[in-house]
Nanobody
């Protein structure tokens, strides 16, 4: 059974940094892609960054140049390094994974079959 657990969220001021982690109870190298999504209050869940098994990455335009996604297969851990944080980055951040390429192509929530419970990020002005 897949078990993704996020950590690293918190409250920071504008311009601050956080590093999110997502640990999998199994072998993350078995996934085709993993990613980070976020959901702000009253808004839909959106893709922030995804990484495929070859290490290729994709980012939402709103976070390019500020966020970096990476993974450590030896530790079965996915990371999201977030710098220059803005109030608009506030939300619940979720780790997601899938065994197929579809999510990598579409960045759609529905194309990722495995999810963590989320970690809250709050950025104050």
């Amino acid at each position: 059974q897949v078990h993704l657990v996020e950590s690293g969220g918190g409250s920071v001021q504008t311009g601050g940094s956080l590093r999110l982690s997502c640990v999998d109870s199994g072998d993350i190298s078995s996934y085709y892609c993993m990613g980070w999504f976020r959901q702000a209050p009253g808004k839909e869940r959106e893709a922030v960054a995804v990484i495929d098994s070859g290490g290729s990455t994709r980012y939402a335009d709103s976070v390019k140049g500020r966020f970096t996604i990476s993974q450590d297969n030896a530790k079965n851990t996915l990371y999201l390094e977030m710098n220059s944080l803005k109030p608009d980055d506030t939300g619940m951040y979720f780790c997601a994974a899938d065994h197929t390429r579809l999510g990598w192509v579409t960045l759609a929530e529905s194309d990722f079959n495995f999810w963590g419970q989320g970690t809250q990020v709050t950025v104050s002005s």
